[in-house]
């Protein structure tokens, strides 16, 4: 971390979603608001990883496929560099999209199958033009192989021959072939198996420290999160409920839902208690009033029914944003 | 060369459908050479043999006007293979862009699909003669014609496909990449539609066939004077009793021609779709 100028300051990021509720007769249904991300708001230094954590449904990928404007959004503001990249056209974002890559989830639907491994790795270097000539693009595209752990001869194959953790190392080949500064990791490692999660995970780190790439790193698994951040988001219906360094949310969650998701993860350890039932979270159509998490909550009183807790600075590069945040550092101190 | 071995590679195996590429490669060399091979002038009326039997003279016998049937066959695999490709040129042009564009571009689309809509509402033989009866009798008017009848068909299933592909993860990763939409429509989207384009294609080629000699039958397809498979079964309809030749050699070309075609387009699908590049078997 360093304390220049964050590469990447997210401010009330919201993006919501409308659609129809089911008809009850001849006349389309009325129309009805999703809030997938609902006031996000985060920096992000340069060299730096946050991981962003919470259930599925949270909108933590939709924080992701905004700031790639995969996805409009619906108001706040993303400076990149200082500059907002949100209320960009198309054209006037693509000379930034190369700066500005994302690592998808899938590895099997991620690649085009019906291009070759060359075609689609050459495609992002002839769009911004960091190669001349037939050959200079080969040979960008040979060194970008090697980087990512593959055999430069596999470029005339086709994605089926390959394997998901292959597949997605030529996923991270495409991201890495433009040289970014910032990566979105959506999931990057959940479809592989776990012995390969580790691997392609141990890749994504080592290219991210040699390059000093930002990086935002998506995923619903905590392990996971701790391997690669270096500070870490938690998301609960489309809000970031606390943002602490690495160290401190593991040890001292300051937010009852980090410390409900800390305690579900299993353990394979005799005598411990079994694994905590999270329940259903609230759906982002119809959120609870007040505290969003407070149906869940073991510590919810009156005001957390009532009122939305906004995040509070807590020293240390922490904040959470619970009415007992105090009381909860408290108890674990 | 290189052609040589697409070629090897596409049909390694399959018997039925490299037979059915020799038939259509005969169709074509009998189109080109037509007035080289063909013994008599397919236009030429002899009235002292007319309806006369299959015999040394006369290979396929003569029709009602003492014709050569023989000479009208090839003069019709010109017509056939004009048709046939001219038709499905139109119909995957016209369709495929429409269903394409209207899939990728939901709002130009929703208008788009309302005409297709309205154009398949009439039944395709219909269309085709409310449409033939606004033009004038000719080769390139019926091959419009019937291509605008399949491009309906072709843009609705392009649509669906488009709107699916649309979704994929792989054109996320292109427009991150920062591909703009012509780039994704026909670099990343297209080449995924190949396997469906050519079954339509194939499917096309048949049902034009089949379009053209309906419309020859009912008198607005092809003008009378052109010897096609089409109009040569119309005008011998009568005499189906007393020539069955007649009927007999140009409908089995016309069987022949379709059937090969399929064969073909589903070799050709088969070994495009890398998927199924290393799992050809049987025919």
Request: aromatic fraction near 6%; proline fraction near 6%.
């Amino acid at each position: 971390m360093t304390d220049a100028a964050p590469l990447l300051q997210v401010r009330d990021l919201k993006t919501h979603f409308t659609f129809r509720a089911p008809s009850t007769g001849v006349l389309p249904g009325p129309k009805r608001v999703l809030k997938a991300v609902d006031g996000v708001s985060f920096d992000l230094a340069e060299g730096e990883v946050l991981g962003i954590v919470g259930e599925s449904g949270c909108g933590k990928s939709t924080v992701g496929r905004t700031l790639t404007k995969l996805e409009p959004a619906t108001s706040g503001e993303a400076l990149f560099r200082g500059r907002d990249i949100l209320g960009l056209s198309a054209g006037a974002f693509r000379p930034l999209r190369r700066e500005i890559q994302m690592i998808f989830q899938d590895p099997f639907a991620s690649l085009n199958p019906r291009l070759t491994i060359e075609q689609t790795l050459a495609e992002p270097v002839r769009i911004h033009g960091l190669a001349r000539t037939r050959e200079e693009v080969r040979a960008r595209i040979s060194d970008t192989l090697v980087k990512v752990g593959l055999d430069p001869k596999v470029m005339t194959r086709y994605p089926h021959e390959f394997s998901g953790g292959q597949r997605q190392r030529i996923g991270i080949a495409r991201v890495m072939i433009v040289e970014p500064r910032l990566v979105i990791a959506d999931e990057a490692v959940s479809a592989l198996d776990v012995s390969i999660q580790a691997q392609v995970l141990n890749l994504i780190k080592d290219l991210q420290r040699d390059s000093g790439i930002s990086m935002l790193f998506i995923s619903h698994d905590l392990g996971v999160v701790r391997h690669i951040s270096d500070r870490v988001a938690v998301m609960y219906l489309g809000r970031i409920v606390e943002t602490a360094p690495k160290a401190a949310i593991f040890e001292k969650p300051a937010h009852p839902y980090t410390r409900l998701l800390l305690a579900s993860i299993p353990r394979i350890r005799p005598g411990r208690q079994p694994v905590v039932d999270l329940g259903e979270p609230a759906s982002a159509a119809s959120p609870p009033s007040g505290c969003a998490f407070h149906p869940r909550c073991p510590l919810a009183t009156d005001i957390c029914r009532s009122t939305r807790p906004d995040p509070v600075d807590l020293g240390n590069g922490r904040s959470s944003a619970c009415h007992h945040a105090g009381q909860l550092l408290g108890e674990a101190a | 060369m290189t052609a040589i071995l697409t070629m090897g590679r596409i049909f390694r195996g399959r018997w039925l459908a490299t037979a059915g590429l020799c038939w259509l490669i005969l169709v074509a060399l009998a189109a080109i050479f037509a007035p080289l091979v063909a013994p008599y002038d397919p236009l030429e009326f002899d009235p002292l043999v007319r309806l006369s039997p299959p015999s040394q003279e006369h290979l396929f016998g003569t029709d009602h006007f003492g014709r050569d049937s023989f000479s009208r066959s090839l003069y019709g695999a010109r017509m056939a293979i004009v048709i046939g490709f001219g038709s499905v040129v139109v119909a995957l042009v016209a369709g495929g862009l429409a269903g394409m564009i209207s899939a990728y571009f939901t709002r130009l689309g929703h208008v788009i699909m309302r005409i297709v809509d309205v154009l398949m509402a009439f039944p395709a033989l219909l269309l085709a003669l409310v449409l033939m009866t606004l033009l004038e009798r000719s080769v390139v008017n019926t091959v419009i014609v019937i291509g605008i009848v399949y491009a309906t068909t072709t843009a609705r299933i392009l649509f669906g496909m488009t709107l699916k592909l649309k979704g994929e993860v792989f054109v996320d990763a292109a427009t991150c990449s920062g591909a703009g939409h012509a780039s994704i429509l026909f670099r990343h989207i297209l080449p995924n539609l190949v396997s469906p384009l050519l079954v339509q294609a194939s499917f096309i080629f048949a049902f034009a066939q089949l379009q053209a000699a309906a419309l020859d039958f009912l008198g607005l397809g092809l003008p009378p004077e052109v010897p096609s498979w089409g109009n040569m079964l119309s005008e011998s309809r009568i005499y189906v009793t007393r020539a069955s030749w007649l009927l007999l050699f140009p409908g089995a070309l016309i069987i022949l021609s379709v059937f090969s075609m399929n064969l073909v387009g589903d070799a050709l699908r088969d070994s495009i779709d890398p998927r199924f590049r290393n799992d050809i078997k049987g025919v």
